[in-house]
């Protein structure tokens, strides 16, 4: 799956010639013309990455990076400047931003620093773009190598484990029974046969991938019917 990139900007034609450049280079690409705009669809959407104008009608780009820190979210965030003031304010207020270019900039600067964002956050997954990598949120499962991370964090998830989300994960919204689990993953492994078994697995996925295993955002528990992932 691509990564996601949002790109808050009120002035069509650089928001169209950003828009075009990374659509080029594979990446799915949302416009946001204000910062209002832009801060509900990231707070919403969670894009992997946000291309942030500072000039902004309404609420600036300062204020629309300042509020996104505010929510948790930690996507890299590249903030567009049109002056040296404006540089300044970025560095010095520490509002999060992870990288800024002044305007007039080349595509291909922005290109570049885009996709090393990418990589310092998502670490070499984000360079599977359309390989078989599941992301949620800052969750991210690579299905060929059999890898997860939560951000740049690797966790390391035992064989069972990871055949129960790679299942759950590879469909979002599609509820699993606890007797199917067990279907799915009997030749994968000799597990005990009681559905019980993977309410356990479930639990230590749970303890390894969720904030809060108690109140989980990734594997969902549909009440008398089984299990879930999140849908995006
Ligand atoms: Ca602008």
Known sequence: MAATILI????????????YALQQEGYEVTVARSGEE???????????????D???????????????????SKAPVLVLTARDDEVDKVIGLELGADDYLTKPFGLRELMSRIKALLRRAYGDLADAAGGRV???????????????????????????????????????????????????????EALDQDEKTINV?????????????????????IRGAGYAFAER
């Open 54 to 72: 500072v000039r902004l009608p309404g609420m600036d780009g300062f204020e629309v990076l300042r509020r996104l820190r505010a929510t948790g």
């Open 201 to 221: 697995h479930v639990s230590h996925l749970r303890e390894k991938i969720e904030d809060d295993p108690s109140l989980p955002v990734f594997v969902l528990t």
């Open 134 to 188: 599941i992301r949620h949120l800052d969750l991210l499962i690579d299905l060929e190598r059999r890898r997860v991370q939560r951000g740049q964090r690797r966790i390391a998830l035992t064989a069972t484990e990871f055949e129960i989300l790679r299942h759950l994960a590879s469909r979002p919204g599609r509820v699993y029974s606890r007797r199917e689990l067990l279907e799915l993953l009997r030749d994968y």
């Open 8 to 19: 808050v900007e009120d002035e069509f034609a650089v928001a169209r010639g950003i828009q």
């Open 38 to 52: 832009g801060l509900d669809f990231a707070t919403h959407q969670a894009p992997d990455l946000v291309v942030l």
